[in-house]
């Protein structure tokens, strides 16, 4: 069963095919240029690669509105340009994680258009309809200020429609057997292709009760748990990953008592307070949202990361918090998005200084789970605000200083790069930090490599070190007798602290042998560790004298 859970101890690497590399020169990424950069990514050291959504689409909304879910979108190749970028992972050992977009479809999918002409057609109950617009249609909008309602006359139909996205991407009755069996049968079509698991979007909305009449929200947690057997079934190590941006109290319904309906969820809870923590230099409501979150089963596991494909969403922290983010990360009203988020990169949000881009990424891989990355961010790319609501964070990888940024030879690629600047792609790019061995990309290689050999983090529990000063954020880890220690310095001033170990009577007396460099610490008679950290600085310590560093778990 442990070789299954290959998941706890991975790297994931989120790109878009659409804009990471144009083989055929047409200004639009695709399945040929992305197979000649996965010896980058097997470089780079990443385990596994989640694709956004590359299905037949109008691309109304970057992919996810999907007109046909067993087919390429022409634009990126073919099914079978996909079949040899899985089995080119497969060779490499990287894992493939799709995107399962099956909220709702596009208005343009056959199933909905036949659904509209046809009031008997089987399709018809394949959507959610209404005979009058219900009075809370203008509320509930995922887009507030950008969409003006959730039910959308249809005159083909002569009914409301409901969507919780655009207007253009219709819900799917998802509590309906047969779309539930759709959804297992499109599952099992890329399961076959190659693929071992899937990011489904969503999830809270696909599990919900949907319809005019429902004055509450009733979720059908029952259905995660068809969606993994038959994951199980088809293929042993297949997961889903859920992108559910759900209250702590609830992070157990998601991944039921045992394991048995999501193996994986994204930690928005965290991700936020972390945000807030980077902000005001204080790692007391971070330190809750990671209690609050702790419990989880044996078999599940966080995924931990900083930036998405969306807007930073800072919905659960506070108004006081929030704003203060705002204030830091995302000052002008041209940075922020839907009232509630920042749709800016890392990079530019940290304002390219180097101490700060490495605090927040080894804390991100230092967290309990496993670390989820987005392509760019490992050389430290920037943002586009010019561009509309979340466009602005979803520009072409920039591969060097060649034309397009070695992107695409075509004059007008799919988005504009960014150009000029300190973001620019003549600063920024893949060739010139692979030359500079002291490059975020190059420090970002060994951090992954690293991270790779501390599976305490992914497999083992954790605990916080306490310590007398503020704005520092120390966890212990415990595995199989081994034991590491991770400690952040958040703020813009040194700091000297002094610490013992939770788990002292198993470790009493031994070494804090540094991960990352010769400046090892030794307790002094009273088993307290002394450690001055730099401004934002950080250290990975394995417990223990420098043989446990030749010492690897087996997992």
């Not at 466009?391 to 075509?410: I, L, V």
């Amino acid at each position: 069963m442990i070789n299954d859970l290959w998941y706890k101890n991975a790297i994931i690497y989120c790109l878009s095919v659409a804009t990471y590399m144009d083989a055929n020169g047409d200004g639009v990424g695709d399945f040929k240029g992305l197979l000649r950069r996965l010896d980058f990514l097997q470089g780079m050291g990443i385990t596994a690669v989640w694709l956004m959504p590359f299905q037949t689409s109008p691309c109304r909304d970057d992919g996810y509105d999907i007109a046909d879910y067993y087919n390429v979108d022409p634009r990126y190749g073919t099914l079978g340009d996909f079949v040899e970028f899985t089995h080119a992972c497969n060779e490499r050992g990287i894992r493939v994680l799709i995107d399962l977009v099956v909220n709702h479809t596009s208005n343009e999918h056959p199933w909905f258009r036949e659904a509209c002409s046809d009031p008997k057609s089987r399709y018809r109950d394949w959507y959610v309809w209404s005979a009058k617009k219900p009075d809370n249609a203008n509320s509930g909008m995922v887009f507030p200020g950008v969409q003006k309602s959730t039910w959308t006359w249809e005159k083909n139909a002569r009914s409301y429609y409901f969507h919780r996205f655009y207007d253009f991407q219709p819900d799917l009755n998802t509590a309906h057997p047969e779309v539930q069996q759709e959804i297992l049968k499109i599952m099992g079509f890329w399961l076959q292709l190659g693929v071992d698991g899937f990011r489904m979007d969503a999830v809270p909305f696909v599990i919900a009760k949907k319809g005019a009449n429902l004055t509450r929200s009733v979720e059908q947690y029952d259905m995660l748990r068809s969606f993994s057997e038959f994951l199980s079934w088809r293929k042993s190590g297949a997961i889903i990953l859920g992108e559910a941006n759900i209250v702590p109290k609830n992070d157990m319904e998601y991944f039921g008592e045992f394991g048995e309906r999501l193996q994986m969820m994204f930690n928005f809870d965290v991700n936020q307070h972390l945000f807030y923590a980077m902000a005001s230099g204080e790692a007391g409501s971070l330190i809750k949202a990671l209690e609050n979150t702790k419990s989880r089963p044996a078999t599940a596991q966080w995924g931990q990361f900083l930036r998405n494909h969306d807007e930073l969403d800072l919905g659960r922290l506070t108004d006081a918090q929030r704003n203060f983010v705002f204030a830091e990360f995302g000052p002008e009203k041209s940075m922020q998005l839907y009232g509630r988020g920042i749709r800016r990169r890392l990079a530019p949000m940290l304002r390219g200084d180097r101490r700060r881009l490495e605090l927040a990424y080894s804390l991100t891989m230092t967290l309990p789970g496993t670390p989820v990355l987005r392509y760019g961010d490992e050389i430290g790319m920037g943002d586009d605000l010019r561009l509309p609501e979340r466009n602005s964070t979803r520009t072409p990888m920039q591969w060097s200083m060649e034309p397009n940024a070695g992107f695409t030879t075509h004059a007008k690629p799919v988005v504009p790069l960014i150009s000029d600047g300190p973001f620019g792609f003549e600063q920024i790019n893949v060739a010139a930090q692979r030359r500079d061995p002291n490059s975020f990309l190059n420090w970002m290689e060994r951090m992954i490599r690293m991270r790779k050999e501390i599976p305490e983090i992914g497999w083992g529990d954790f605990s916080f070190v306490s310590l007398p000063v503020s704005g520092v954020l120390a966890m212990e880890y415990t595995w199989r007798n081994n034991s590491v220690v991770c400690v952040h310095n958040l703020v813009s001033e040194p700091r000297e602290i002094r610490f013992r170990l939770k788990s002292k009577n198993a470790f009493e007396g031994k070494q804090l042998t540094n991960l990352l460099s010769d400046n090892h610490c030794l307790p002094d008679g009273k088993g307290r560790y002394c450690i001055v950290l730099e401004p934002y600085g950080y250290r990975w310590f394995r417990v223990g004298g420098l043989e446990y560093l030749l010492r690897r778990s087996e997992v």
